[in-house]
């Protein structure tokens, strides 16, 4: 099974300019929902695209064991944008719902079924709760439940920014749903630079990456 992993964070905070070290190498692929330009110089091979069969067909046939899904958020967002207006009232509005719930609780279940050299890291933006949670942000009560979304991840990293510099938080800390097995990471906060993560959680599981 492939390891998924989940980065919140606000805009702004570091989520993408994490992968600044993995810049010309190989063994990383993008997939980007926005198809924003990168924060930083160098390109990273990338996929635009928004639609789940499209991101999930990427995700089987690349050759990359690290492979990032940049503003994976918008995939909640945008099936709703998209389709809203012509959902109808009553039971149809539970039905919609179910149905964003059931794409993205599918991707994150494709994800654990791919080779398990691969890690995934979903990156996100993040919200405050009614009772004072830092989590992903989704689109209100209805989707939370239906899907817990950091519950389907073993690590969970928080992106944020002091005093200029990046940084990643990988435990329970100020509210946020960090979290990360225990002795992964030295520190509670760690530099956000997403190849030194990578390699932490590789040597943690002792994966291999390929020749």
């Known amino acids: 099974m492939a390891i998924p992993v989940l980065i919140i964070g606000k805009s702004g905070s570091g989520?993408?300019?994490?992968?600044?070290?993995?810049v010309?190498?190989?063994?990383w692929n993008l997939i980007s929902?926005?198809?924003k330009p990168l924060p930083f110089r160098g390109k990273i091979p990338q996929v635009i695209s928004d639609d789940y069969r499209t991101i999930m067909a990427c995700l089987s046939k690349s050759e990359a064991e690290s492979i990032v899904i940049d503003d994976a958020g918008y995939l909640?967002?945008?099936?709703?944008?998209?389709?809203?207006?012509s959902t109808g009232g009553g039971n149809a509005v539970f039905a919609f719902y179910n149905k964003i719930a059931d794409h993205f609780w599918n991707l994150i279940e494709f994800?654990?079924?791919?080779p398990e050299e691969k890690i995934i890291y979903v990156l996100m933006h993040e919200e405050q709760s009614d009772f004072g949670d830092i989590k992903p942000k989704t689109?209100?009560?209805l989707l939370d439940e239906k899907v817990?979304?950091?519950?389907?991840f073993t690590i969970v990293l928080r992106s944020i920014q002091e005093n200029g510099k990046y940084y990643f938080?990988?435990?329970?800390?100020?509210?946020?749903?960090?979290?990360?097995?225990i002795g992964m990471f030295e520190d509670v906060k760690i530099d956000n630079d997403l190849q030194a993560v990578d390699d932490a959680i590789r040597k943690y599981y002792e994966i291999e990456v390929a020749k």
């Open 148 to 152: 817990c979304v950091e519950g389907m």
């Open 111 to 114: 994800i654990r079924r791919l």
């Open 33 to 35: 929902v926005l198809g």
């Open 169 to 181: 938080i990988t435990q329970m800390k100020d509210g946020a749903v960090s979290k990360s097995p």
């Open 76 to 85: 909640i967002t945008n099936m709703f944008m998209k389709e809203h207006s």
């Open 15 to 22: 989520k993408t300019t994490a992968m600044r070290g993995c």
């Open 24 to 27: 010309d190498n190989p063994h």
């Open 139 to 141: 689109l209100g009560k």
